[in-house]
């Protein structure tokens, strides 16, 4: 039997890779703090045999019997709502957490994954954005807690994978929607999707503008995994390449809903991405992946969900 470890896989995206691996066979053992995840993002594999669920820090000594022969860390708030109320936890997770994480996939000799970021490019002055380049971060901002533990995390996958040969993948994530996020999640689409179905005000920071690509959750855990099951160690941008502003985004999703909403704006956070648009290249080329889900459905799937979870009938 396979056996994968997920770190913060009971958050949005590692509860979804724990379906994709249950999927293919593996046996899963998920292992959250639950300090943004949430159980019931994993209560339907509750009895599945192949299934475990631990809470647990990673950032603290890591120990897990048997054979383990991938490790995939996603462990860690994501969002600027959560790693500005979690900054400690943040830089502690990208620094200590990797560091156990990667500790224990060298004693079991398994391949390793690191969920990195579009982050680690920064407020890019380069676009599309190549894995080429190095970023333009800004290591002090509020935003910065995330962005460096993030860079960290890479460099220190990658010592692992030069200095003791240690199989390693990073894929850069861009951003994701779907079913699971977290209403109180702070990012876009979770933020429109339920006022917009409150018919409240919908938010639009600074004049909307910025551009944003979003990639539907199936998509991205499908180049996630393929990316594991690759032999390639440097970085891989995984998200949809199809970019739109977040005003027009918001409008959308307003048009979608029905809704009386109206939309108001708000000042820019520090930092704030101006544009994010992943160069995709490496990812169709290595893995023979491209996204499937257009974003009119992908955001009918997430309109369902989150009704439902906001209980709107």
Known sequence: ????????GAGFLGSHLCDRL???????????????????????LSDN???????????????V?????????????ASPIDYLKFPIQTLKVGSLGTHKTLGLAKAKKARYLLASTSETYGDPLVHPQKESYWGNVNPVGP????????????AMTMAYHRYHGLETRI?????TYGERMRIEDGR????????????????????????RSICYVSDLIDGIYRL???????????GNPEEITVLDLAKEIVKLTGSKSKIVHKDLPQDDPKVRQPDITKAKELLGWNPKVGREEGLHRTKTYFRKKLSIS
């Open 1 to 8: 039997m396979i056996t994968s470890i997920v770190t913060g």
């Open 22 to 44: 249950i999927l293919e066979g593996h046996s899963v053992i998920c292992i959250d703090n639950l300090i943004t995840g949430d159980t019931s993002n994993i209560a339907h």
């Open 49 to 63: 045999p192949r299934f475990r669920f631990v809470q647990y820090d990673v950032t603290n000594y890591l120990f």
């Open 65 to 77: 019997e048997g054979n383990v022969e991938y490790v995939f860390h996603f462990a860690s708030p």
């Open 143 to 154: 935003r910065g807690v995330y962005d460096e533990a993030k860079r960290f995390a890479e």
């Open 171 to 175: 894929v850069r994530i861009f951003n």
């Open 188 to 211: 876009a689409i979770p933020a429109f999707m339920s006022q917009a179905l409150r018919n409240e005000d919908v938010t639009v920071f600074g004049d909307g503008s910025q551009t």
């Open 228 to 238: 594991m099951m690759a032999d390639y160690s440097l970085p891989v941008n995984i």
